[in-house]
């Protein structure tokens, strides 16, 4: 398995940006599927982003095209997620996850390695 650790949440305000980072330790990080989650107070925990283990393939959900990034630099074991345009919506605990498949996944049951989580809170 990977070890994982995230930073960078906080308290934004609506249309404010932040940038999440993970860095990973155990499995060689370039040969993994990273994924970003979030979680919601109340709701089930859903798919944000993923990047193939190279970063040239990523996937993101619907709510956050256009407005999220995920890239990931191999020599620092570290992934990241650039959050644009926030809104209230996007209030969560964020994720992030490693998958040994080798194709990049929305579901969950694919990533058998997670963080402790970074909250991200969107103020209206």
């Known amino acids: 398995q990977v070890q994982l650790v995230e930073s960078g949440g906080g308290l934004v305000q609506t249309g404010g940006s932040l940038r999440l980072s993970c860095v990973a330790s155990?499995?060689?990080?370039?040969?993994?599927?990273m994924g970003w989650f979030r979680q919601a107070p109340g709701k089930e925990r859903e798919f944000v982003a993923a990047?193939?283990?190279?970063?040239?393939?990523?996937l993101y959900a619907d709510p956050v095209k256009g407005r999220f990034t995920i890239s990931r630099d191999n020599a620092k074991n570290t992934v990241y997620l650039q959050m644009n345009s926030l809104k209230p919506e996007d209030t969560a605990v964020y994720y992030c996850?490693?998958?040994?498949?080798?194709?990049?996944?929305?579901?969950?049951?694919?990533?058998?390695?997670w963080g402790q989580g970074t909250q991200v809170t969107v103020s209206s």
């Open positions: 990047i193939s283990s190279s970063g040239g393939r990523t």
């Open positions: 155990g499995r060689t990080f370039r040969s993994v599927v």
């Open positions: 996850a490693a998958s040994p498949m080798l194709r990049i996944s929305t579901t969950r049951g694919a990533y058998d390695s």
